[in-house]
């Protein structure tokens, strides 16, 4: 299992050098969905009481308050990124996708996804 993630990584990482781009809607669909969402779908106590499956989720979250707009420092989302703590069990993240997270949040974390 753990394996196919690592190969949607691999795409996903030279997708993201080719197409940078810090839009929630780039990083939810290259990053979120392939690399955090199967641990991050619903909040448990187990995974950090976190879920990453979608915007207003992510923003309405209160404990733990994931993303302060304009504050990637102050940001768990970001941080958790930076270290190299998530995603859990896979390679970090590359530079360029941690950078499109902070630029992502420091620009205002804005939803740029359209209504499905
Ligand atoms: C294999 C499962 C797994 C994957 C994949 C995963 N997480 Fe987690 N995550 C966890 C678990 C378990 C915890 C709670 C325990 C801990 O913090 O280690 C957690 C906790 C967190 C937290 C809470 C604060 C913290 O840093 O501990 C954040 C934020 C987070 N994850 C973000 C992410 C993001 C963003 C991704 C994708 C890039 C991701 N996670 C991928 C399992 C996972």
Known sequence: MVNQFRWKAL???LFVSIN???SFSNIYDTIF????IFCHDEA???NGNVNLSSYEVIM???????VIPGDPEASILY???KDGRMPLGLDPLSNEEI??????IADG????QTPQ
């Open 33 to 36: 969905e392939l690399k955090c």
């Open 11 to 13: 795409v996903l990482g």
């Open 44 to 46: 448990t106590p187990t």
């Open 99 to 104: 950078e499109l997270v902070r630029q992502w």
């Open 109 to 112: 974390a804005v939803n740029s």
């Open 20 to 22: 940078a781009n810090a």
């Open 79 to 81: 941080r958790s990124i």
């Open 60 to 66: 309405g979250s209160a404990a733990p308050q994931l």
